[in-house]
């Protein structure tokens, strides 16, 4: 995949989500390809996991270690480049300006051509009321990092004393993409990859039926388009 106007090949993505295990369910199967195909790929994580257990015995310090491990775990198995996380609280995500500014430097720093994210909208039309704040949060603020924040000089110039240059995204994906999905990609030889990173984060999976799940999901996606497995996003082109 190239840039239309000046044909470099795409390199470095970044995958901006709100909690350990959001990338895994929604867009895996495309980074295990990326990573086969040479790509850098960072996962950026915007919140630290701390809510997710119906445990009683849990605490919010004990799961954010286990959730960090996890994520890393499956980092591995996709073969990222780096995982980062932001560690604001679970659960109360807003699209702060703080949120968008520690955004804008991960992108300045890694400089991904593509960037996949949530969207950050309530889809009423097709009935998906319902959706975890976070995840809207989460996707209100990456889109406003990677415009025009992390592309404008004059904005937060103290990355510059840095050394984080302002960097232009080429390319924006939204994951699941709805009614408006235009870019499908065929995750069919890449689904063990997927599948095995899902698992990693094993408390949060049910490990006997979440494989099937995934999979029956990237089925049904595929179905659209004449593809065994795929994963759909709304491609959006940067100038």
Same mark, same amino acid.
């Given at each position: 995949?190239?840039?239309? *106007?000046?044909?470099?090949?795409?390199?470095?993505?970044? @995958?901006?989500?709100? /909690?350990?295990?959001?990338?895994?369910?929604?867009?895996?199967?495309?980074?295990?390809?990326?990573? !086969?195909?040479?790509?850098? @790929?960072?996962?950026?994580?915007?919140?630290?996991?701390?809510?997710?257990?119906? %445990?009683?015995?849990?605490?919010?310090?004990?799961? #954010?270690? #286990? &959730?960090?491990?996890?994520?890393?775990?499956?980092?591995? +198995?996709?073969?990222?480049?780096? =995982?980062?996380?932001?560690?604001?609280?679970?659960?109360?995500?807003?699209?702060?300006?703080?949120?968008?500014?520690?955004?804008? &430097?991960?992108?300045?720093?890694?400089?991904?051509?593509?960037?996949? $994210?949530?969207?950050?909208?309530?889809?009423?039309?097709?009935?998906?009321?319902?959706?975890?704040?976070?995840?809207?949060?989460?996707?209100?603020?990456?889109?406003?990092?990677?415009?025009?924040?992390?592309?404008? &000089?004059? $904005?937060?110039?103290?990355?510059?004393?840095?050394?984080?240059?302002?960097?232009?995204?080429?390319?924006?994906?939204? !994951?699941?993409?709805?009614?408006?999905?235009?870019?499908? +990609? %065929?995750? *069919?030889? /890449?689904?063990?990859?997927?599948?095995?990173?899902?698992?990693?984060? =094993?408390?949060? @999976?049910?490990?006997? /039926?979440?494989?099937?799940?995934?999979?029956?999901?990237?089925?049904?996606?595929?179905?659209?388009?004449?593809?065994?497995?795929?994963?759909?996003?709304? &491609? #959006? *082109?940067?100038?």
């Amino acid at each position: 995949m190239a840039d239309a *106007e000046n044909q470099e090949p795409f390199s470095r993505g970044m @995958v901006i989500m709100a /909690h350990p295990d959001d990338a895994e369910w929604s867009c895996s199967g495309t980074v295990a390809k990326w990573c !086969a195909e040479g790509w850098e @790929v960072v996962y950026l994580l915007c919140t630290d996991g701390s809510k997710g257990s119906s %445990d009683l015995e849990m605490t919010g310090e004990k799961l #954010i270690k #286990i &959730r960090e491990k996890e994520q890393r775990d499956a980092g591995k +198995v996709l073969g990222l480049k780096d =995982v980062v996380f932001l560690g604001y609280p679970d659960a109360y995500l807003e699209p702060t300006l703080a949120l968008r500014k520690d955004i804008t &430097r991960e992108i300045r720093r890694h400089k991904p051509d593509v960037v996949i $994210t949530n969207s950050p909208a309530r889809d009423v039309e097709s009935g998906q009321y319902l959706g975890h704040p976070d995840h809207f949060a989460a996707g209100e603020a990456a889109l406003s990092a990677v415009f025009p924040t992390a592309r404008d &000089r004059l $904005t937060f110039p103290e990355f510059l004393e840095e050394g984080l240059e302002p960097h232009k995204v080429r390319e924006v994906w939204i !994951a699941g993409g709805g009614k408006n999905s235009d870019q499908f +990609v %065929d995750v *069919e030889a /890449h689904m063990d990859t997927a599948v095995k990173a899902l698992k990693a984060h =094993v408390s949060q @999976v049910d490990q006997e /039926h979440a494989g099937d799940w995934f999979r029956q999901g990237r089925i049904a996606t595929g179905k659209k388009v004449g593809m065994a497995y795929a994963e759909e996003f709304k &491609r #959006i *082109e940067l100038g």
